[in-house]
């Protein structure tokens, strides 16, 4: 099983440990690139897909790197919605 068939499989299991950097790398394993917001941004960033546009904003968590149970289970309704999960 690769890398990423664990990151799904940890990401529907909605893990209280899921951090930034796993989120970054399963969601670039389906085309999606993190954007900063802005200038003023901060820890608000944007992962947007660069074959469908579809665009998925979340505020970075600091001052650790673990997601928030609310994210997670954002992150798994818009991939659903996309029907990349």
Same mark, same amino acid.
Request: glycine letters at 4%; charged letters at 35%.
């Given at each position: 099983?690769?890398?990423?068939?664990?990151?799904?499989?940890?990401?529907?299991?909605?893990?209280?440990?899921?951090?930034? =950097?796993?989120?970054?790398? +399963?969601? &670039?394993?389906?085309?999606?690139?993190? *954007? @900063?917001?802005?200038?003023?941004? !901060?820890?608000?960033?944007?992962?947007?897909?660069?074959?469908? =546009?579809?665009?998925?904003? +979340?505020? &970075?968590?600091?001052?650790?790197?673990? *997601? @928030?149970?609310?994210?997670?289970? !954002?992150?798994?309704?818009?991939?659903?919605?996309?029907?990349?999960?």
């Amino acid at each position: 099983m690769s890398s990423i068939e664990q990151l799904i499989e940890k990401l529907l299991t909605k893990p209280r440990d899921f951090t930034w =950097n796993e989120l970054g790398k +399963l969601l &670039k394993s389906y085309g999606y690139e993190e *954007l @900063k917001s802005g200038k003023t941004a !901060r820890s608000r960033r944007a992962f947007v897909n660069n074959f469908s =546009n579809h665009v998925i904003r +979340l505020h &970075k968590p600091h001052p650790g790197s673990i *997601l @928030k149970k609310y994210q997670v289970d !954002r992150i798994i309704d818009e991939l659903k919605k996309e029907e990349l999960l």
